[in-house]
Structures are given as structure tokens and as C-alpha cells.
């Protein structure tokens, strides 16, 4: 295949059956196979193995591809991410590693066992009753959520800092200099977003632990399959590797992409994590300008990241005009609190 994105690069099915053998061992056969669409980041095609097993094979972005500066190391960080979570919180359904390997050819890739069922964007599609793995979904984050870091952010030389303000503003930092690299315009100045921040850091003081968040739960990363009763239950998390420690509200953020999560007290997702979290969810005041500054935070990213996948104001002109009306009314929204 060959994507859209720059950081994704073209596969045969020959190419997937030599790193799955020197992943597996030489005597594996690969019966079947093709890529996986969906994301914009890594090359990810599915197998299916002569002795019966589905694998997903991750192809890092060829070495020297520029990317922006959280994305370093992002295979690695989900293998340690499954792992962690393997161990931390077995509850919660990740995808096995069977490899994390590098070669001179290929670079970075990484092998893991396919989880079952469809992805929640491919239910909508479908008009299928989601509730069930939404409540799941918000089960399986209160869990995660137990899980305590040494530091907020992120887990190796990426932004991070014994403070969630701290941390919090080196990610902003971070994308701001990726959107001065990447010749992107914001609405907002440096300045501007610096002052929000420090207007704003006595909320973000609140946090006090880094609990363990996956960061990146849109419908996309997350699967289902229906339970005997026909009900459709989460079976997966996938695509972990932007994972870090912090604020568990910043993991209520992407679920409900678009949306103020504040807004919709019954959604499954919430009654899913209410019901299960070690600690109450209080979506007061402080709770709301946090999650304002969190899609903020989103925001920001989906803009700097469109010229590193290839995409344009022109080409992807609805994505970033819609971007730029959400970023203007969680400023204002920031600037009034």
C-alpha cells in the first residue's frame, strides 16, 4: 500500500511475510494478508499465519522522516505501553506483543496478536447499538487510570516534568515548535497561549498523581464484538504508543471527539467509568476548564500534525476550517472562565 501520509511507505505482501518470519521464526508461512487502513501514522497491514493465528505488523516511519516532536519513538512506546498494561491492568483488552524488532532495510517495526471485532467508527456506520462497549470503554480507562507514573507526560526524552502544569506546557511547547517548523498558522500566538496556561495553572495544580492514560481513544482504536446476547462489548484498546501520564480527564477528551464530554453526564462512557473509577468524577469547574484546555490541547495537534501526514488547507480544507472554529471557541471559552 501506499498511503496518503508521508510517514507511511509502500508494502508488498512478500515484504510483511520476511519481517514476520524474521519476527516469528523462519519456518512461519504467511496464507493471507493486507493492509489496514485508518490511520496516519505507521504502515499496519494484517496476516493471517499457516498455523492459524491473525497478527497486525506496525511499520515505523522510515528512518529520517521528519515528525513532530512527541511522535519519537513511537513503536517502542507501544510495545512498553502493551506490556505495561499487560501487567498493570490485565482487565483491560491490548493486543499481545509477540515482537518488537529493528532492521537495516526496514527499520522499526512491531508484531502483535489481532484482536477480535470491529472498530467503533465502523459501527456507527453500521447503526449498531455501541452503548454497551462505550460503558466498557469507561470501565477499562478507570482502570487504566490506577496505574501511577514517576513523572507526568511522557515516559523518555519527550516533553514531561514532576508537575502536571509543567508537563502540560512542555506539550503545548513542544507543538508550538513543531507549528513554527512545520510552517503552520495558528489562531493563537505563543503569548496567548502561554497566558491561558498560567491564568489557568491553579487547576491544573489540582492533579497531584500521573495516572496512566492511553491518550488516543477515538472510535478508530477501539473494538468491539457482539456477546452472546448480540450486545456489542468492547474487545480491544489499540494504537497506544501516544500514551503518558497525567490528568485522567485528558482521556475523556478523545472518545467524545468534537464534543464537550461535561455536557453529556449519561453517556456510556461516563456511567461506564462513574461506576468502576477508585475516585469520585466530579465534572465541576475546575474539572470543566481542564478539559477546555485538554481540547485545546487536541486541537492544536490535529492542526500541526495535517503538513507531517501530507495534508493541505487546500486538500483538507473542511478538516482544517473545522479545527480552526473549535480552537477559536475553546479560547474564548478559556478567556471568559
Do not use: I
Not at 172 to 178: E, F, N, S, Y
Not at 295 to 318: C, D, I, K, N, Q
Request: proline content about 7%; aromatic content about 8%.
Amino acid at each position: 500500500m501506499t498511503g496518503a501520509s508521508p510517514t507511511q511507505r509502500a508494502l508488498r505482501p512478500d515484504e510483511v511475510a520476511y519481517l514476520l518470519r524474521a519476527s516469528l521464526g523462519s519456518h512461519v508461512q504467511v496464507r493471507d494478508s493486507g493492509p489496514l487502513d485508518g490511520g496516519g501514522y505507521a504502515t499496519v497491514w494484517w496476516a493471517l499465519l499457516d498455523d492459524d493465528r491473525r497478527v497486525v505488523l506496525k511499520l515505523a516511519p522510515p528512518t529520517g522522516t521528519p515528525l513532530l516532536r512527541y511522535e519519537r519513538g513511537l513503536c517502542a512506546a507501544e510495545a512498553r505501553y502493551f506490556h505495561l498494561v499487560a501487567d498493570r491492568a490485565p482487565q483491560v483488552p491490548v493486543p499481545e506483543v509477540l515482537h518488537h524488532g529493528t532492521d537495516p532495510a526496514y527499520g522499526e517495526w512491531l508484531v502483535t496478536a489481532m484482536l477480535p471485532g470491529r472498530s467503533l467508527v465502523d459501527l456507527a456506520e453500521g447503526g449498531v447499538d455501541d452503548g454497551p462497549a462505550r460503558y466498557d470503554l469507561g470501565v477499562a480507562l478507570a482502570a487504566l487510570h490506577q496505574v501511577t507514573g514517576d513523572r507526568f507526560g511522557y515516559d523518555d526524552d519527550r516533553p514531561g516534568a514532576s508537575t502536571w502544569r509543567a508537563a502540560f506546557a512542555a506539550m503545548l511547547d513542544a507543538l508550538l515548535a513543531d507549528a513554527t517548523d512545520w510552517n503552520v498558522r495558528l489562531p493563537v500566538t505563543p503569548e496567548r497561549l502561554h497566558a491561558l496556561v498560567q491564568r489557568h495553572a491553579a487547576v491544573l495544580d489540582e492533579v497531584r498523581r500521573p495516572a496512566l492514560l492511553h491518550f488516543d481513544c477515538w472510535d478508530g482504536n477501539v473494538l468491539a464484538a457482539p456477546d452472546p446476547d448480540g450486545r456489542w462489548r468492547l474487545r480491544g484498546l489499540v494504537d497506544g504508543e501516544r500514551f503518558l501520564y497525567g490528568d485522567p480527564l485528558l482521556d475523556l477528551v478523545s472518545p467524545l471527539l468534537f464534543r464537550r464530554v461535561e455536557e453529556e453526564p449519561e453517556h456510556p462512557l461516563l456511567r461506564g467509568y462513574q461506576a468502576t473509577a477508585a475516585e469520585p468524577l466530579l465534572l465541576d469547574a475546575s474539572a470543566r476548564r481542564r478539559l477546555g484546555l485538554y481540547r485545546l490541547h487536541l486541537y492544536l495537534l490535529m492542526t500541526v500534525e495535517m503538513p507531517s501526514r501530507g495534508m493541505t488547507v487546500r486538500t483538507h480544507a473542511g478538516r482544517h476550517a473545522r479545527l480552526a472554529g473549535l480552537l477559536d471557541e475553546e479560547l474564548a471559552a478559556l478567556a471568559s472562565a
